[in-house]
Nanobody, 122 residues
């Protein structure tokens, strides 16, 4: 089973930037980022296909985040800019083994990391 390990979470101020990393061990096709804020449902953040032909972002991000991956390192990244209070959440990396029918649906991802906490303060 593929193993995913997130890192990079921190306590930051509004307007700051962070780069999250997700190191994978094993085969991955789609890689995505989801987040779970306190008292809220898990929501989709960003995802991409194996070679970057398909990119997806949550509309609410207003293009502040960028997903990328380095397949040689088998690592995905989430560059987060201009962080806002509402971005506070545990961020999870997820992966599929084969091409998913829907990249934004958390139920399509079978492998998940442990999560990394991002806290944004004013």
């Amino acid at each position: 089973q593929v193993q995913l390990v997130e890192s990079g979470g921190a306590l930051v101020q509004a307007g700051d930037s962070l780069r999250l990393s997700c190191a994978a061990s094993g085969r991955t096709y789609a890689m995505g980022w989801f987040r779970q804020a306190p008292g809220k449902e898990r929501e989709f953040v960003a995802a991409m296909s194996r070679f970057g032909g398909n990119l997806y972002y949550a509309d609410s991000l207003n293009r502040r985040f960028t997903i990328s991956r380095d397949n040689a390192k088998n690592t995905a990244y989430l560059q987060m800019n201009n962080l806002k209070l509402e971005d506070t959440a545990v961020y999870y990396c997820a992966a599929t083994y084969t091409p998913p029918s829907n990249y934004t649906d958390s139920k399509k991802y079978t492998n998940w990391g442990q999560g990394t906490q991002v806290t944004v303060s004013s």
